[in-house]
């Protein structure tokens, strides 16, 4: 079975224009809560093909419903924003704004759910009600929950969801059902200390040894005092102190991440570093401000719309390019707070050509442009199924 081989002949037609369009958004990205020319863009596209459109939806997104949506409803939710990140794949159709990139394949995800659109306003009798949910902010891990609370998720039965994934080879996806990836956290700490003179430290308590400490203790404390079979890490990506380079530092502020697999473990992450920083800026004279912020819970896929999903694409991409993924991801996904009042599932999409592909969030990421096509035929095969299988519920 051929997994590029595109049957549906809407599809064909109209494929050529939709790869135009994900090189147009790959050349002019947006970044985070930012995504207004890529909205207007997309809500144009949609109301072209007939769709019942809403813009402005948590802030930049944009939703689209199509059929009885008063009865049982499917959605499928597409993020479109993109990252701080200098472009250096050399490609004709490369950013065009410097310091911004589509590193993590969102403008391919907004076009197959473009792809998505324009094939199902071509089905003269819809089973159920569809829709769609264009999502800004993912980046920062916002546009879901600014969404969720403008009330996408309400009445909605099931949410699918898709995210490239440069380890797998194009023409191929990946599945898994629970966990597929960690919940986040964002760890501020403040080392509180005594300046005093770089040649007498006896005099002072060092800020920047203390948050030394700080950084290697609670690594320390993960392997000694944490189950070893719920992984948590904790990585410092900032650290900002000191005035002088002969003055003793008072303050100094870290920032960091936390991800977790375990949910229950997850909430009560904040307390155990609490104390434990506070345990260990106390024995060197410090003092310690510790603020935690939860940025996204566990993506956790239901395992009947995993199930359904994994049988579709069987039937469209062959059972030999489906991957059992056996480990969750420890990077995070704020498609899990979507998940929070709908369940449902997302699936790895696969982009790595001959020569493989560059990893996320990198400069030289560019994915192999066949997976466009892959993505939208097995979500449009979810999704008719899904929808078969519950109109036949209801009668």
């Not at 473009?114 to 569809?130: K, M």
């Not at 797998?168 to 300046?195: N, Y």
């Not at 650290?239 to 997850?266: M, P």
Request: glycine share 10%; aromatic share 6%.
């Amino acid at each position: 079975m051929n997994p590029f081989e595109v049957s549906n002949p809407c599809l064909q037609r109209f494929l050529p224009e939709l790869l135009e369009l994900r090189r147009h958004l790959h050349a002019h990205p947006e970044l985070s809560g930012n995504e207004h020319q890529t909205a207007a863009l997309v809500a144009g596209e949609l109301r072209k093909y007939g769709w019942d459109v809403q813009e402005g939806i948590g802030r930049t997104g944009v939703v689209a419903e199509l059929g009885n949506v008063k009865g049982p409803l499917v959605g499928l939710r597409v993020d479109m924003d993109a990252l701080p990140i200098e472009e250096r794949t050399g490609l004709v159709y490369s950013s065009r704004q410097q310091g911004f990139m589509h590193a993590c394949g969102h403008d391919l995800h907004t076009c197959i759910g473009l792809g998505v659109a324009r094939v199902l306003s071509q089905e003269s009798n819809l089973l159920t009600g569809v829709r769609l949910i264009f999502q800004p902010a993912e980046e920062i891990a916002e546009g879901a929950r600014w969404m969720r609370s403008a009330g996408v998720t309400k009445g909605l039965d099931a949410l699918f969801g898709v995210h490239v994934f440069p380890e797998l080879a194009v023409g191929t996806i990946g599945v898994k059902s629970g966990s597929l990836t960690a919940a986040a956290g964002e760890l501020e700490i403040e080392v509180i200390g005594e300046s005093g003179h770089g040649a007498r430290p006896h005099q002072s308590v060092d800020a920047i040894w203390i948050a030394a400490k700080v950084i290697s203790g609670l690594q320390e404390s993960i392997s000694r005092r944490l189950d070893a079979l719920n992984p948590v890490v904790v990585s410092f990506g900032r650290i900002e102190g000191g005035q002088a380079f002969n003055v003793i530092a008072d303050r100094v502020k870290l920032l960091g991440t936390v991800r977790c697999l375990d949910e229950s473990l997850h909430a009560s992450l904040p307390k155990w570093i609490e104390e434990t920083v506070q345990s260990i800026c106390f024995s060197f004279g410090a003092k310690a401000l510790v603020n935690y912020r939860c940025i996204t819970p566990i993506v956790f896929n239901d395992h009947s719309l995993t199930s359904l999903l994994e049988n579709s694409a069987a039937s469209i991409i062959g059972e030999q390019n489906i991957f059992r993924l056996q480990k969750p991801s420890l990077g995070a996904e704020d498609f899990a707070e979507l998940l929070q009042d709908v369940p449902g599932t997302m699936f790895r999409l696969g982009v790595a050509g001959d020569s493989g592909c560059a990893p996320l969030h990198n400069g030289h990421f560019s994915l192999d442009e066949r997976s466009l096509s892959v993505g939208i035929q097995v979500l449009l095969g979810t999704i008719n199924a899904w929808m078969k299988q519950n109109s036949i519920s209801q009668v």
